[in-house]
């Protein structure tokens, strides 16, 4: 299972909600499949496997943390910057 490391665990304690965005990378090996539930970013919001890495942000808007709540997933996006 992969471990997300303590000093991000405390910055996402100490601002999430919030507008800080924490870039994950994503670390299958060949063996893995796809779907493996042990990898933290889902290879479906890769972009076909272009990206080595996926930022993740958790917003302070109320609607936007209930439809995430109820979808009971992780929401992809792009950014809207």
Known sequence: ??????????????????PLSIVFPYNCNETQSDDDTSNIICSKVRGSHRLKSVAVRMPSNNIARALISLSGCPIAAPSAN
């Open 1 to 18: 299972n992969t471990k997300i490391h303590p000093v991000i665990t405390k910055l996402m304690e100490s601002f999430w909600p919030g």
